[in-house]
């Protein structure tokens, strides 16, 4: 998906498959930009800009990159575009639970605002005062959501253009090309996909209870496709050693197996499970939220056919 900035700006590129969920267009409005971070006593300090308002939400399904993975994709692309960055924070530093009731944000369920789990960037063009754009990224424990509001001139809105999907990340960042929210859409695509339903506890390696949407669909997925072969490959926090962690996320993973073999008769020669303990995160471990999102298993697909 594409997003054009402006009529003579580069535009913003989101992964082929992430999902615009609202768009709302104003010819002539106006946009109480944030340029600081709330203050007890001042509340947001905003920026006035007036112009064509472009507001829209994205969701990025399937993927288990951080808030901060997806802005950093993003920010890149609106600074090589030639905007300034006016003011960016994160949750806390932001201003928390009252920067995000004080300034604009498209409502749920749309846009998902994890209170403690959330970035915000605006910026201007340099020589072009009422040209900005502010983007608000956030997730919640399956999917990533982008808010972009677009200040420009009154213009009619600029097409946007369908790349062709690609399985290989954009040169310099972290985003996959192509998200989806269905599985085997991802496995074909990309070749792989985070099961972030699942639910384990620290030191645990047993599956929680629960019908995890994300096990039916992968099932759905290896009984349609019998040719197919997927390797789950479970992952930890930082909490522990190294060898221990490698054994913990292997008994995930094959806790995973089990379940999907025994609940919902998956042929057993389709799956394989393997672990690699806290070598690839997805998240910071100095948080509690990072760590959870860190516990995961991921489905690889290893067939080559």
């Given at each position: 998906?594409?997003?054009?900035?402006?009529?003579?700006?580069?535009?913003?590129?989101?992964?082929?498959?992430?999902?615009?969920?609202?768009?709302?267009?104003?010819?002539?409005?106006?946009?109480?930009?944030?340029?600081?971070?709330?203050?007890?006593?001042?509340?947001?300090?905003?920026?006035?800009?007036?112009?064509?308002?472009?507001?829209?939400?994205?969701?990025?399904?399937?993927?288990?990159?951080?808030?901060?993975?997806?802005?950093?994709?993003?920010?890149?692309?609106?600074?090589?575009?030639?905007?300034?960055?006016?003011?960016?924070?994160?949750?806390?530093?932001?201003?928390?639970?009252?920067?995000?009731?004080?300034?604009?944000?498209?409502?749920?369920?749309?846009?998902?605002?994890?209170?403690?789990?959330?970035?915000?960037?605006?910026?201007?063009?340099?020589?072009?005062?009422?040209?900005?754009?502010?983007?608000?990224?956030?997730?919640?424990?399956?999917?990533?959501?982008?808010?972009?509001?677009?200040?420009?001139?009154?213009?009619?809105?600029?097409?946007?253009?369908?790349?062709?999907?690609?399985?290989?990340?954009?040169?310099?960042?972290?985003?996959?090309?192509?998200?989806?929210?269905?599985?085997?859409?991802?496995?074909?695509?990309?070749?792989?996909?985070?099961?972030?339903?699942?639910?384990?506890?620290?030191?645990?390696?047993?599956?929680?209870?629960?019908?995890?949407?994300?096990?039916?669909?992968?099932?759905?997925?290896?009984?349609?496709?019998?040719?197919?072969?997927?390797?789950?490959?479970?992952?930890?926090?930082?909490?522990?050693?190294?060898?221990?962690?490698?054994?913990?996320?292997?008994?995930?993973?094959?806790?995973?197996?089990?379940?999907?073999?025994?609940?919902?008769?998956?042929?057993?020669?389709?799956?394989?499970?393997?672990?690699?303990?806290?070598?690839?995160?997805?998240?910071?471990?100095?948080s509690d939220d990072g760590r959870t999102r860190n516990r995961r298993v991921e489905a690889i697909l290893v067939s080559?056919?």
């Amino acid at each position: 998906m594409t997003l054009p900035l402006s009529a003579q700006a580069a535009e913003v590129r989101l992964p082929d498959g992430a999902t615009l969920t609202k768009e709302k267009l104003e010819l002539e409005g106006s946009y109480e930009m944030p340029i600081g971070p709330w203050h007890e006593e001042s509340a947001v300090p905003t920026e006035a800009i007036a112009g064509r308002v472009i507001r829209q939400a994205w969701r990025l399904g399937g993927t288990g990159m951080s808030s901060y993975q997806i802005l950093l994709n993003l920010r890149q692309q609106i600074v090589d575009a030639g905007y300034e960055i006016v003011f960016e924070c994160e949750d806390i530093a932001c201003g928390g639970f009252d920067f995000r009731f004080g300034t604009e944000v498209i409502g749920e369920p749309h846009m998902h605002v994890d209170l403690g789990d959330f970035r915000f960037l605006s910026a201007t063009m340099p020589d072009a005062p009422n040209e900005a754009v502010s983007l608000l990224v956030s997730r919640s424990t399956s999917a990533g959501f982008v808010q972009v509001i677009q200040v420009g001139k009154a213009q009619a809105p600029t097409a946007t253009v369908e790349p062709k999907a690609s399985t290989k990340a954009e040169p310099g960042t972290a985003l996959p090309a192509t998200l989806s929210d269905d599985i085997g859409t991802a496995m074909e695509s990309v070749g792989r996909f985070i099961l972030a339903d699942l639910v384990f506890a620290t030191g645990s390696s047993d599956l929680g209870p629960g019908d995890f949407t994300s096990l039916t669909e992968l099932a759905d997925y290896l009984k349609a496709n019998p040719a197919k072969r997927v390797a789950l490959v479970g992952h930890t926090d930082a909490e522990g050693s190294l060898g221990g962690n490698i054994s913990l996320s292997k008994r995930r993973a094959a806790s995973v197996m089990d379940r999907l073999v025994n609940d919902f008769g998956v042929n057993p020669g389709q799956l394989e499970a393997e672990g690699i303990g806290y070598l690839a995160p997805i998240a910071s471990n100095q948080s509690d939220d990072g760590r959870t999102r860190n516990r995961r298993v991921e489905a690889i697909l290893v067939s080559t056919e």
